[in-house]
């Protein structure tokens, strides 16, 4: 939304504790949900960002050829259905999320194949970003933030090995360039330290 310069404000919602006013908004309890000013409601990150190009489409980010379209559905497919389960749920989650919603401690073996894992999606993210000027072509997209937005949280909580895959480093950097993307850089979460390069712009 920061991209398209759309204004918004955030709100923070627990979806473990299933309330029943957000139940009412969205019965799956689960984020994020945009609330229009006219009173629609989009569930889904997927469904949001459909909403959104064809609602604002001065900016688009989903692509502006058939092919680019197919190809930032796919990624986006990739990192928020892939990326996720293998990754961000064996270590995110595992580390913090599990232990704030009063779920147990961390499986090691969950960890291990994590961080396994990592090291494989960011040699696939170093050789989109050496092969083409953004994840899904030639503009930046959807895709690029979906990534940005898993690598980030990942890196919030110091997991993320740079020196391991320079060329998915150097797509990141650009992508944290962006200034919708560097307000969120200066979001914290009390309890945790974030590692000395998070926000730095030229990690």
């Keep these: 939304m920061a991209e398209k310069r759309l204004g918004f404000e955030l709100k923070l919602e627990k979806v473990w504790e299933r309330r029943p006013e957000f139940l009412a908004l969205n019965p799956a309890g689960t984020v994020p949900v945009?609330?229009?000013?006219?009173?629609?409601?989009?569930?889904?990150?997927?469904?949001?960002?459909?909403?959104l190009d064809e609602a604002y489409p001065d900016t688009p980010l989903m692509g502006t050829s058939y092919a680019e379209r197919v190809e930032v559905r796919r990624l986006l497919a990739w990192f928020d259905g892939k990326f996720d389960a293998e990754v961000t749920r064996n270590l995110l989650y595992e580390k913090h999320m599990k232990r704030a919603m009063g779920r147990g401690q961390p499986d090691g073996g969950a960890l291990r194949q994590g961080y396994a894992n990592?090291?494989?999606?960011?040699?696939?993210?170093?050789?989109?970003?050496?092969?083409?000027?953004?994840?899904?072509?030639?503009?930046l997209s959807m895709a690029d933030f979906a990534a940005a937005a898993h690598l980030s949280?990942?890196?919030?909580?110091?997991d993320i090995d740079w020196s391991l895959c320079p060329p998915a480093r150097d797509w990141y950097a650009r992508v944290k360039c962006r200034p919708a993307f560097r307000a969120i850089l200066q979001d914290r979460v009390p309890g945790i330290a974030t590692p000395a390069h998070y926000a730095d712009l030229d990690f």
Excluded at 35 to 48: F, H, R
Excluded at 120 to 126: K, R, S
Aim: contains cysteine; charged residues 20%; proline residues 2%.
């Design 34 to 51: 945009l609330l229009e000013d006219n009173g629609l409601v989009i569930p889904d990150s997927a469904v949001i960002c459909e909403y």
């Design 118 to 139: 990592l090291r494989a999606h960011l040699d696939y993210i170093g050789q989109l970003g050496e092969s083409r000027q953004w994840l899904a072509g030639a503009n």
């Design 153 to 158: 949280a990942l890196d919030f909580i110091g």
